[in-house]
């Protein structure tokens, strides 16, 4: 249980780090209201659940101790990447608009976290360190991904509520900061995490 909290904590952190989804979210929400948002949140979380079922058949073929302790420090790494990368500021302006229909805008979020090769291999190497091993396989991995998809739904229609009360006025300057206090925990998460590994696979 104290392992899938980590998990929960670790992904709301990442999530919540304001991306090219986040960003479409909140522009979204601003021309087209929150309602409009829902094919947002549908169009990341598709995209996800499809990147996160072909991640975890991947590595149901590397169960050895030795490559999982592999791909969990390569996953720590990629943490402390992400982290240290949320200290770049980014333009709101780069979003981009999009038709006002809801195919279109869910077809904008989808693509948008779909086309993306570095998901993929974050979810290749971040998995790995949360899966169960005293539990069967399939259980844990439904449990990551349901986890995944809960959260990043609640996260993208968090997003889309505030951004439409408080419109326009979100500046790029708040969405920065928030970038760096994120990536900050996230830059802890994964220096802690490649500590563990690093000390359990000498000791294998």
């Excluded at 947002?40 to 991640?55: D, E, K, Q, T, Y």
């Excluded at 770049?88 to 780069?94: Q, R, T």
């Excluded at 981009?96 to 809801?102: A, R, T």
Aim: net charge positive; aromatic share 12%.
């Amino acid at each position: 249980m104290k392992q899938y909290t980590l998990y929960l904590a670790t992904i709301f952190l990442i999530i919540i780090t304001p991306g090219p989804s986040a960003l479409l979210v909140i522009q979204h929400s601003a021309m087209f209201g929150a309602k409009k948002c829902l094919y947002n949140a549908l169009g990341s979380i598709c995209a996800s659940f499809i990147l996160i079922v072909i991640s975890l058949a991947g590595i149901a073929f590397f169960l050895d101790d030795v490559w999982m302790n592999i791909l969990s420090i390569l996953g720590s790494i990629l943490l402390i990447y992400v982290g240290i990368s949320s200290f770049k500021n980014i333009e709101i302006n780069n979003v981009g608009k999009y038709q006002h229909n809801n195919l279109a805008i869910f077809k904008a979020s989808f693509f948008t976290g779909i086309s993306n090769p570095k998901d993929i291999i974050f979810f290749i190497t971040l998995l790995p360190q949360f899966i169960n091993q005293s539990i069967p396989y399939l259980v844990s991995a439904t449990a990551l991904t349901v986890g995944w998809i809960i959260t990043d739904f609640s996260i993208m229609m968090g997003y889309a509520v505030i951004a439409n009360i408080i419109a326009k006025k979100l500046n790029q300057s708040a969405i920065n900061k928030g970038r760096k206090a994120s990536g900050f925990l996230i830059i802890i998460i994964g220096t802690t995490l490649f500590t563990k590994n690093i000390i359990y696979f000498i000791g294998l």
